[in-house]
């Protein structure tokens, strides 16, 4: 499957985006597909996930009650509302999806066989 992420930009602290990950492939609702960011000179983080067919849905402790993981299997996306942005949102987000993942390894990026490009987010304070 192939994966195309979009919607980010610049943002003041307290502000929403909705990123978006929009892939091929017929099968995308047996993938669980994550969020994954990357701030300058840190390494890669979980954010959140979604499990396959709609699944469960995990966060990292930092965006728990501010961002939300949604899918749409219909549109073959996969969607992660940020509301009340914070400036240390600020990174490079990543959307990764694969079929096999576990739920211990959800939080893993090793773990996911599928990558899209990336989208910058900046939230300026």
């Known amino acids: 499957v192939q994966l195309q992420a979009s919607g980010g930009g610049l943002v003041q602290a307290g502000g929403s985006l909705r990123l978006s990950c929009a892939a091929s492939?017929?099968?995308?609702?047996?993938?669980?597909v994550g969020w994954f960011r990357q701030a300058p000179g840190k390494e890669r983080e979980f954010v959140a996930a979604?499990?396959?067919?709609?699944?469960?849905?995990h966060y990292t402790p930092s965006v728990k009650g501010r961002f939300t993981i949604s899918r749409d299997n219909a549109k073959n996306t996969v969607y992660l509302q940020m509301n009340s942005l914070k400036p240390e949102d600020t990174a490079v987000y990543y959307c990764a999806a694969d079929p096999n993942l576990i739920l211990s390894s959800i939080a893993s990026a090793v773990r996911y066989k599928n990558w899209g490009q990336g989208t910058l987010v900046t939230v300026s304070s």
């Open positions: 979604v499990r396959r067919s709609g699944g469960s849905t």
């Open positions: 492939g017929r099968t995308f609702s047996s993938y669980t």
